[in-house]
């Protein structure tokens, strides 16, 4: 049974699906030695090279799909390399012997909390589509403290520069009358570049620090230290997989094997950055 080819290309992990109908545009995919056209559909035993280089992986009886958390610092750039040469989010994440790992959405470089990445670009195009509205929750740290009336601007919606963005819920989390700073969590569906921060700074308020710390109905583990990463347990793994809607051998494998690793305490590869100390509470001064 034949396959849209870019959706072959994001089960191996090479990258999202968005990601890899631009490479297909431009030249660098072949099928069985012709250049491959956007919406070409291929078969189990078709030869499929990106840049010259055959690619492993596509056969949709393979492993399932692995899930990492990180927690992403400030200062880590959230792309796979750097032209500044900073440190990336992609410099401490485990080695993979096939494909590669595959960010799902993006924290911009004074943002830390958590990030997910999968070696299933087909998975990370689901959690990343709109239509499946994925909650985003931050802890915000502004200079100042909201009156009732910015509140409900924010919940009822702020027009920014590439539309109308509104949060569905803002709970105060710490600081008292006379603090110079002030906690809040907010939770939002989708996350456009920099959208909290505007939201905030459209009410007059600056953002002194922001983490997010879920995604959907995945938390932050309160042990996972920044700069570290740990495996999905495999139930919210399948959890993610049916509500993205994926089906195929490849995915009900999924359901057979056994326990994934907790990720309890597990370290970057070596030459990262040392253990620190135990995170304190984000919404204490």
Do not use: C
């Amino acid at each position: 049974m034949s396959e849209k080819l870019q959706k072959v290309l994001a089960r191996s992990g090479l990258g999202s699906r968005r990601e890899l109908e631009a490479w297909i545009e431009a030249g660098r995919v072949s099928v069985n030695g012709q250049v491959a056209t956007l919406g070409d559909r291929v078969e189990t035993d078709d030869r499929i090279l990106v840049d010259g280089k055959p690619v492993r992986g596509t056969d949709p009886d393979k492993i399932p799909p692995r899930v990492i958390l990180y927690h992403k610092p400030v200062g880590e750039v959230s792309s796979r390399s750097d032209p500044q040469g900073r440190p990336t989010v992609f410099d401490h994440l485990p080695r993979l012997k096939e494909g590669r790992w595959v960010q799902v959405g993006r924290l911009d470089l004074t943002t830390s909390g958590l990030l997910l990445f999968t070696t299933d670009g087909e998975l990370a195009h689901g959690l990343m589509h709109p239509s499946l509205e994925f909650e985003r929750e931050y802890a915000v740290r502004v200079r100042g403290t909201l009156s009732d009336e910015q509140r409900r601007a924010m919940l009822e919606g702020v027009e920014l520069d590439d539309g109308v963005s509104k949060f569905l819920n803002i709970e105060d989390a710490g600081g008292s009358e006379d603090a110079h700073n002030h906690w809040y969590k907010v939770t939002l569906i989708g996350g456009r570049y920099r959208e909290v921060r505007r939201m905030f700074e459209a009410q007059g308020l600056d953002v002194s620090r922001l983490m997010r710390v879920r995604f959907g109905d995945i938390s932050l583990p309160p042990q996972l230290r920044e700069g570290r990463w740990m495996d999905l347990p495999a139930e919210q793994t399948r959890e993610l997989v049916e509500r993205v809607g994926l089906k195929g051998r490849r995915y009900t494998g999924l359901y057979g094997r056994g326990r994934m690793r907790s990720g309890r305490g597990q370290r970057p590869d070596p030459g990262s950055r040392p253990p620190r100390k135990p995170r304190r509470n984000p919404y204490r001064r």
